[in-house]
T-cell receptor
């Protein structure tokens, strides 16, 4: 499978715990994006990388959220001290630099904070 | 700031019939992309169709076509000969070219039900 993959697919955690999600983009794609989708809403942009550089961050990305893409390949999104409001689907997408208009999405990680 | 509005939370269509999903957007920019994405239940989003704002010709992909009205800031999706596999959430999305950002701005989605 050469699509975007995300791990884990589901995560249940208790409030106050830290969680980390991983995204593996399509291999030749150098842009990687994170979105958050809550129930009944469309995805909301969180941040994006070009190679290892984080070029844009949304105001939604509070101090408890951090994203990295250390070698310009896979990316991680960490949420510290989770809150119930963090419960959502976290989507990763990737695109080629030469074709930035088309983003390919992964299956998402569904986070439930109890 | 740009916004995308999908005013139809849910639509139904009979199999083999045609349905149109509505999308309006607000922007002061002249150069941008518009997209329709399909999100089947528990599956990842896939691109259905893309429109570049500077192209007047409406995009078409097999049974899917758009009606792009730039002045009215309207971007509707027409699905012809609807199939059971078309049942999904459909999201309209906007991406600026002018501002140099690569993020998408999504609408709230329309759930399409296809009736056998």
């Amino acid at each position: 499978d050469t699509g975007v993959s995300q791990d884990p697919r589901h995560k249940i955690t208790k409030r106050g715990q830290n969680v980390t999600f991983r995204c593996d983009p399509i291999s030749e794609h150098n842009r990687l994006y994170w979105y958050r989708q809550t129930l009944g809403q469309g995805p909301e942009f969180l941040t994006y990388f070009q190679n290892e550089a984080q070029l844009e961050k949304s105001r939604l990305l509070s101090d408890r959220f951090s994203a990295e893409r250390p070698k310009g390949s896979f990316s991680t999104l960490e949420i510290q001290r989770t809150e119930q409001g963090d419960s959502a689907m976290y989507l990763c997408a990737s695109s080629l630099r030469s074709s930035p208009s088309e983003q390919y999405f992964g299956p998402g990680t569904r986070l439930t904070v109890t | 700031a740009q916004t995308v509005t999908q005013s139809q939370p849910e639509m139904s269509v009979q199999e083999a019939e045609t349905v149109t999903l509505s999308c309006t957007y607000d922007t002061s920019e002249s150069d941008y992309y518009l997209f329709w994405y399909k999100q089947p239940p528990s599956r990842q989003m896939i691109l259905v169709i893309r429109q570049e704002a500077y192209k007047q010709q409406n995009a078409t992909e097999n049974r899917f076509s758009v009606n792009f009205q730039k002045a009215a800031k309207s971007f509707s999706l027409k699905i012809s000969d609807s199939q059971l596999g078309d049942a999904a959430m459909y999201f309209c999305a906007y991406r600026s070219v002018t501002s140099g950002t690569y993020k998408y701005i999504f609408g709230t989605g329309t759930r399409l039900k296809v009736l056998a």
